[in-house]
C-alpha cells in the first residue's frame, strides 16, 4: 500500500510513545531461555515483534496475551527441536535466535525477504558460532542459513567481529551464559551501536544474568552453567520510532507532546532529543515527557551518528530543512540495515529536491530551509525508517510525495501513521 504525504504546515497533540522494539526484543527471550513464568508489561505489537512471538513459540515457549501485557513460560536452555524459523524481516530477531539455534541439532532459518533481510550479511556471527563447534550452511553469510549445533557447541574462547553490527556480538551473551562451560568473548576489529550492548547488558542482569564486561565492551567473562530467572518486566517507550515523530514536530509549527521516553533509558536514540535541540528546536524534556513547541527553523548539525544508529536517518531528514550543512559521520553500518540507508535513502532524498551527499561512513545534508519540491513517488526500500523519515520530508515539502509500499512500516511502527494523523498530519493511504 503506499502513503500519500501532503504537505502539512503545522502539527499538534499529545501521544504515547510505542513501546521499545529492542527491550521488547530482550524480554522475550530471556523469558523464552529462563525455565518458570515471566511476565513483560507493554511490550510492542509490531512485524518485528510478532515474529519473535512465533519463533519462541515454535522453539517450545508457551505466551498467552492480553492488551496489557504477555505472560511466557519459558523453555529454558532446553529449546523445542524445530526444522525450520520465520523471523521475517527482522535482523535482531535472527541474529539471536541464530545462538540459540546452536543449542540445537538442526535448523534451518527461511529467506521470506530476499530483497532485504535476506542481503544482509551474518558472516561474523557464522564465524564466531563455527569457532564454537557448530557445523553452518549459508549462501556467503547471508539466508537461507541452516545451523547444526547441539552438544557440539562449547563456550570457551570466542571472538567475534563488531564492525558490520553489534547484534552478532548480542546474541553470543545471550547465549553463553547456558553452555556448561565458563566463556571469554573478546571483539574483534571495532565495535558499531556500542550502545545498545548497554541494554542487552541491563537486561541480562535483570535476567540474574552474571556477565563480567570490560569499559570499552571489547572483552567479556561469562561463566556457564547460569539459569535466566523468570521475572517481570516493563517495556519502556522507545526512541527510535519516536525519533520520526520529534523530528516531524520539529521541522513544523508544532506542539507536540510524546509520553513514555525515559530521560535515562539506555537507548542510544534517546540522543535525538540533543540533537533536535542543538539544531535549535524549542523543546522540554522531563518526567518522560518530550515537549516540542517547534517553528520549523533549524540549523546545522555535525554528530557521530553511531551513537544513535536507528535515530539518524529521522535526523536526517530534519537537517533537509536546516540552515546549513549538516553531517552524520560513523554512521557507515547503516548499509548493512534494511536497506543501504545511505545510498538507497539518499537517492530517494534527493528525488524529492534535498540536497544530500554521501560518503563510506558519512552523510551531508546541505539544508534547504525553503522547503523541497515533492511531487514525486518514493521507493521505499522496505526499510521502515526510510519510509518514516520520508514522511517528514513530505510533510514540508512543497508538493505531495508518495511513498510506495509504506505498508512496511509495520516492520517497528505499525501505528505511526495514525500517530501522525492524531497530530493533524495529511497522510492517507491508496491502494
Ligand atoms: O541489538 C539490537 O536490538 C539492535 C541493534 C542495532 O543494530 P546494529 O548493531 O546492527 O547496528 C539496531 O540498529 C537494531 O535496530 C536493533
Ligand atoms: C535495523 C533495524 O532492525 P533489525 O536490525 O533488527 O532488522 C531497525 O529497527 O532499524
Same mark, same amino acid.
Given at each position: 500500500?503506499?502513503?500519500?504525504?501532503?504537505?502539512?504546515?503545522?502539527?499538534?497533540?499529545?501521544?504515547?510513545?510505542?513501546?521499545?522494539?529492542?527491550?521488547?526484543?530482550?524480554?522475550?527471550?530471556?523469558?523464552?531461555?529462563?525455565?518458570?513464568?515471566?511476565?513483560?508489561?507493554?511490550?510492542?505489537?509490531?512485524?518485528?515483534?510478532?515474529?519473535?512471538?512465533?519463533?519462541?513459540?515454535?522453539?517450545?515457549?508457551?505466551?498467552?496475551?492480553?492488551?496489557?501485557?504477555?505472560?511466557?513460560?519459558?523453555?529454558?536452555?532446553?529449546?523445542?527441536?524445530?526444522?525450520?524459523?520465520?523471523?521475517?524481516?527482522?535482523?535482531?530477531?535472527?541474529?539471536?535466535?541464530?545462538?540459540?539455534?546452536?543449542?540445537?541439532?538442526?535448523?534451518?532459518?527461511?529467506?521470506?525477504?530476499?530483497?532485504?533481510?535476506?542481503?544482509?550479511?551474518?558472516?561474523?556471527?557464522?564465524?564466531?558460532?563455527?569457532?564454537?563447534?557448530?557445523?553452518?550452511?549459508?549462501?556467503?553469510?547471508?539466508?537461507?542459513?541452516?545451523?547444526?549445533?547441539?552438544?557440539?557447541?562449547?563456550?570457551?574462547?570466542?571472538?567475534?567481529?563488531?564492525?558490520?553490527?553489534?547484534?552478532?556480538?548480542?546474541?553470543?551473551?545471550?547465549?553463553?551464559?547456558?553452555?556448561?562451560?565458563?566463556?571469554?568473548?573478546?571483539?574483534?576489529?571495532?565495535?558499531?551501536?556500542?550502545?545498545?550492548?548497554?541494554?542487552?547488558?541491563?537486561?541480562?542482569?535483570?535476567?540474574?544474568?552474571?556477565?563480567?564486561?570490560?569499559?570499552?565492551?571489547?572483552?567479556?567473562?561469562?561463566?556457564?552453567?547460569?539459569?535466566? &530467572? #523468570?521475572? *517481570?518486566?516493563?517495556?519502556?517507550?522507545?526512541?527510535? %520510532?519516536?525519533? $520520526?515523530?520529534? =523530528? !516531524? /514536530?520539529?521541522? @513544523?509549527?508544532?506542539?507536540?507532546?510524546?509520553?513514555?521516553?525515559?530521560?535515562?533509558?539506555?537507548?542510544?536514540?534517546?540522543?535525538?532529543?540533543?540533537?533536535?535541540?542543538?539544531?535549535?528546536?524549542?523543546?522540554?524534556?522531563?518526567?518522560?515527557?518530550?515537549?516540542?513547541?517547534?517553528?520549523?527553523?533549524? &540549523? #546545522?548539525? *555535525?554528530?557521530?551518528?553511531?551513537?544513535?544508529?536507528? %535515530?539518524?536517518? $529521522?535526523?536526517? =531528514? !530534519? /537537517?533537509?530543512? @536546516?540552515?546549513?550543512?549538516?553531517?552524520?559521520?560513523?554512521?557507515?553500518?547503516?548499509?548493512?540495515?534494511?536497506?543501504?540507508?545511505?545510498?538507497?535513502?539518499?537517492?530517494?532524498?534527493?528525488?524529492?529536491?534535498?540536497?544530500?551527499?554521501?560518503?563510506?561512513?558519512?552523510?551531508?545534508?546541505?539544508?534547504?530551509?525553503?522547503?523541497?519540491?515533492?511531487?514525486?513517488?518514493?521507493?521505499?526500500?522496505?526499510?521502515?525508517?526510510?519510509?518514516? /523519515?520520508?514522511?517528514?520530508?513530505?510533510?514540508?515539502?512543497?508538493?505531495?510525495?508518495?511513498?510506495?509500499?509504506?505498508?512496511?512500516?509495520?516492520?517497528?511502527?505499525?501505528?505511526?501513521?495514525?500517530?501522525?494523523?492524531?497530530?493533524?498530519?495529511?497522510?492517507?493511504?491508496?491502494?
Amino acid at each position: 500500500m503506499d502513503m500519500i504525504v501532503t504537505p502539512t504546515p503545522r502539527l499538534a497533540g499529545e501521544i504515547q510513545a510505542l513501546s521499545s522494539k529492542n527491550y521488547t526484543t530482550r524480554y522475550l527471550l530471556v523469558a523464552a531461555l529462563a525455565e518458570g513464568t515471566s511476565v513483560i508489561r507493554y511490550p510492542a505489537h509490531s512485524e518485528d515483534s510478532d515474529a519473535l512471538r512465533r519463533c519462541v513459540r515454535d522453539l517450545g515457549a508457551v505466551l498467552e496475551e492480553d492488551d496489557e501485557k504477555i505472560v511466557v513460560t519459558g523453555f529454558g536452555s532446553r529449546p523445542k527441536p524445530v526444522k525450520e524459523l520465520d523471523v521475517g524481516n527482522a535482523g535482531a530477531v535472527l541474529r539471536f535466535l541464530m545462538a540459540v539455534a546452536a543449542l540445537l541439532p538442526e535448523v534451518t532459518f527461511v529467506n521470506k525477504y530476499p530483497e532485504s533481510l535476506g542481503k544482509r550479511p551474518h558472516d561474523d556471527l557464522i564465524k564466531a558460532l563455527e569457532g564454537m563447534g557448530a557445523t553452518i550452511e549459508h549462501r556467503e553469510g547471508k539466508l537461507p542459513i541452516t545451523i547444526r549445533g547441539g552438544d557440539a557447541v562449547r563456550g570457551g574462547k570466542i571472538q567475534v567481529s563488531g564492525s558490520v553490527s553489534s547484534q552478532f556480538l548480542s546474541a553470543l551473551l545471550f547465549l553463553t551464559p547456558l553452555l556448561a562451560e565458563d566463556s571469554e568473548i573478546e571483539v574483534l576489529n571495532d565495535l558499531k551501536s556500542k550502545v545498545v550492548v548497554g541494554q542487552t547488558l541491563e537486561v541480562l542482569a535483570q535476567a540474574g544474568i552474571v556477565v563480567e564486561a570490560s569499559s570499552d565492551l571489547m572483552h567479556f567473562k561469562v561463566p556457564g552453567g547460569q539459569r535466566y &530467572r #523468570a521475572q *517481570e518486566y516493563v517495556v519502556q517507550g522507545d526512541y527510535p %520510532g519516536s525519533a $520520526a515523530i520529534l =523530528a !516531524a /514536530a520539529a521541522v @513544523a509549527e508544532s506542539d507536540v507532546t510524546v509520553h513514555r521516553l525515559l530521560e535515562e533509558s539506555k537507548q542510544g536514540e534517546r540522543a535525538v532529543v540533543d540533537v533536535l535541540k542543538a539544531m535549535g528546536t524549542p523543546l522540554s524534556h522531563k518526567d518522560g515527557v518530550v515537549h516540542v513547541q517547534g517553528n520549523g527553523k533549524l &540549523r #546545522a548539525v *555535525e554528530f557521530d551518528g553511531d551513537e544513535f544508529t536507528d %535515530g539518524v536517518l $529521522a535526523m536526517v =531528514a !530534519a /537537517a533537509v530543512f @536546516a540552515e546549513g550543512t549538516s553531517r552524520f559521520y560513523n554512521v557507515e553500518n547503516l548499509r548493512f540495515k534494511e536497506c543501504d540507508r545511505i545510498t538507497d535513502y539518499l537517492a530517494e532524498l534527493r528525488k524529492a529536491g534535498a540536497n544530500v551527499e554521501e560518503k563510506r561512513d558519512e552523510i551531508i545534508v546541505h539544508g534547504r530551509p525553503e522547503g523541497v519540491e515533492g511531487g514525486v513517488t518514493i521507493d521505499a526500500h522496505f526499510d521502515h525508517r526510510v519510509i518514516m /523519515a520520508l514522511t517528514v520530508v513530505g510533510l514540508r515539502a512543497k508538493a505531495p510525495l508518495t511513498i510506495k509500499d509504506a505498508h512496511h512500516v509495520a516492520k517497528s511502527y505499525p501505528n505511526y501513521f495514525d500517530h501522525l494523523t492524531a497530530l493533524g498530519a495529511n497522510v492517507r493511504w491508496s491502494e
